[in-house]
């Protein structure tokens, strides 16, 4: 069992280029979380997906911030014409499907995809 | 913000002793799990708390849920160099989905 897969594991782009970061669940997991990290600081949640399903964006910037969880193929978080700012680490994590009946819910993370905008 | 907060922000202690850490939350809970993070790697899960419970063990770990405070703290007893790491509580909401929201972490050190 691979884990949770994310690639690239670093990634360095201009500004106003455009970043896409993927993420393979763990084998069984139909459900996808990406969070953000900036150095020094905790993670903040982004979005929530499942299988072609958007089911909480609440966490994501409105604007050029978008992600994906196709039926066939990786989850993908795409940044669009990036900036500064938008250096950090960015975390996906997978769990099985719906809630357990206590509502207990455990994440599987990727090691994260560090994204640096020069 | 549904973010969690924990202090201390950074923790120092010897090889040996024991280790506490403390997490807030603002809103009703399903659970809350605590995590480590190595420098530069992903989460690892450690232990989940049920709301209705108030206190969970597994080997050095030991976690504590006041729900009436909106609290838990993560007792890491007799800690090792190995230990070193930041460690995040992570609640899950009564309302809404299955995402969690972590806290801003406590870095541990333990020194040989």
């Known amino acids: 069992n691979a884990g949770v897969m994310q690639n690239p594991r670093h990634l360095v782009r201009r500004r106003g280029q455009e970043a896409r970061l993927r993420c393979s669940p763990m084998k069984g997991h139909s459900h996808v979380y990406w969070y953000r990290q900036l150095p020094e600081e905790g993670l903040k949640f982004m979005v929530y997906?499942?299988?072609?399903?958007?089911?909480?964006e609440s966490g994501m910037p409105k604007e050029r911030f978008s992600a994906e969880f196709p039926k066939e193929g990786p989850s993908i978080l795409r940044i669009q014409q990036v900036v500064r700012g938008d250096s950090a680490a960015y975390f996906c994590a997978s769990s099985p499907g719906g809630p357990t009946s206590s509502g207990a819910n455990v994440l599987t993370f990727g090691a994260g995809s560090r994204l640096t905008v020069l | 913000s549904q973010q969690g907060e924990e202090d201390p922000q950074a923790l120092s202690i010897q090889e040996g002793e024991n280790a506490t850490m403390n997490c807030s939350y603002k809103?009703?809970?399903?659970?809350l799990q605590w995590y480590r993070q190595n420098s530069g790697r992903g989460l690892v899960h450690l232990i989940l708390i049920r709301s209705n419970e108030r206190e969970k063990h597994s080997g050095r770990l030991r976690v504590t849920l006041d729900t009436s405070k909106k609290s838990s703290s993560l007792l890491i007893t007799a800690s090792r160099a190995a230990d070193t790491a930041s460690y995040f509580c992570?609640?899950?909401?009564?309302?809404?989905?299955?995402?969690?929201?972590f806290g801003t972490g406590t870095r541990l050190t333990v020194i040989p």
């Open positions: 997906l499942q299988k072609e399903n958007i089911i909480d």
């Open positions: 809103t009703s809970i399903n659970n």
């Open positions: 992570a609640h899950g909401e009564q309302t809404g989905a299955n995402n969690l929201f």
